[in-house]
């Protein structure tokens, strides 16, 4: 009966590392700066960088430091603020809202 491809030990280890093609990596070029800083952003930081969404932001690109985070700081995030607060005030406080409870 004849082995086939792989039955003995070194056999095995020798076709294994000729299908990953170990003779490919004896020359792998080192990793640059930029290289590293964009494999760090993609595994540590995925999911946390945000474009926010205030048009007037100087830096919009931010890294969340809080879960639901949609703004880089509280400044870009007031004129959003004050409207939801606006719309609530005239919503329930409003004169339209006092005429109608009495």
């Not at 792998?28 to 290289?35: D, G, I, L, N, R």
């Not at 007037?56 to 607060?85: L, M």
Request: aromatic share 10%.
């Amino acid at each position: 009966m004849s082995r086939l491809r792989g039955d003995d030990p070194s056999q095995r280890y020798w076709f294994a590392q000729r299908a990953m093609g170990a003779e490919l990596f004896e020359e792998v070029p080192k990793v640059t700066p930029f290289e590293a800083a964009m494999i760090y952003l993609q595994k540590a930081l995925a999911g946390k960088t945000r474009h926010c969404p205030n048009e007037t932001c100087p830096a919009p690109y931010f890294i969340t430091t809080k879960k639901g985070q949609k703004f880089c700081s509280p400044e870009c995030a007031d004129a959003v603020r004050r409207e939801a607060k606006r719309r609530w005030w005239n919503e329930n406080r409003g004169k339209t809202s006092r005429a109608t409870s009495s």
